[in-house]
């Protein structure tokens, strides 16, 4: 997507400095109220001079593009706060004291880890408005799904070892699950 509106801000740099020799300057706004167009946005010349001519590599004193015609990459980054937020994990990889890689916490509150390396997790929205679900959606949302490949992959990357390794408790309700005899890959019983 940033690839797409460099291109764009690039193609009309190159399409504004053809273009420059053949507009007329733009009258600001302030100074004649009989040019006003509603289905245009312009503002007046000293407000977009600065920023707008230093991408065209114009002149600082001449603006003579009109503002709706060119949309520069400053604009379309103003204007989108999607493209200013970056979305991240939360892993630290090197932590301050020890350089250490970090697990995420908020893993370990809504995930668990199964000894074979599958992932467990609740179905979100369990407790909201039950008075409107029926008994078998109900007896649904009680349980836990298991979350994909990919998923598994990343929630590995965001925990330590020391969470990937097998735990036991005592009555745990989770002991039949911890094996998985009958996929090939985590089978640890031979086949008789």
């Known amino acids: 997507m940033i690839r797409s509106i460099a291109s764009l ?4 740099v190159v399409q504004t400095r053809a273009f420059v020799g053949r507009v007329p300057p ?3 706004v302030l100074t004649t109220h009989s040019a006003r167009n509603f289905s245009i946005f312009v503002r007046p010349n000293n407000a977009i001079a600065a920023p707008r001519n230093t991408i065209a590599g114009l002149p600082n004193n001449t603006c003579s593009i009109e503002p709706t015609t060119s949309f520069r990459l400053l604009d ?4 989108s706060p999607v493209l200013q937020t970056q979305p991240n994990r939360t892993v630290i990889k090197f932590s301050m004291r020890k350089g250490k890689r970090k697990t995420v916490k908020a893993v370990i509150k809504r995930f668990k880890r199964l000894d074979w390396g599958g992932w467990i997790r609740t179905i979100s929205g ?15 949302l009680r349980q836990h799904v298991l979350v994909n490949g990919t998923q598994a992959t ?17 009555n745990d309700p989770y002991t039949p699950y911890h ?4 996929f090939v890959y985590t089978r640890r019983k031979p086949l008789q």
């Open 9 to 12: 801000a690039i193609r009309q």
């Open 126 to 140: 369990r407790h909201k408005k039950m008075w409107r679900k029926r008994a078998n959606r109900k007896r649904r």
């Open 26 to 28: 733009v009258v600001p």
């Open 179 to 182: 094996t998985r005899e009958e």
């Open 76 to 79: 379309a980054l103003a204007t």
């Open 154 to 170: 990343l929630l590995d990357k965001m925990v330590t070892k020391y969470w990937k390794r097998p735990r036991y408790y005592i």
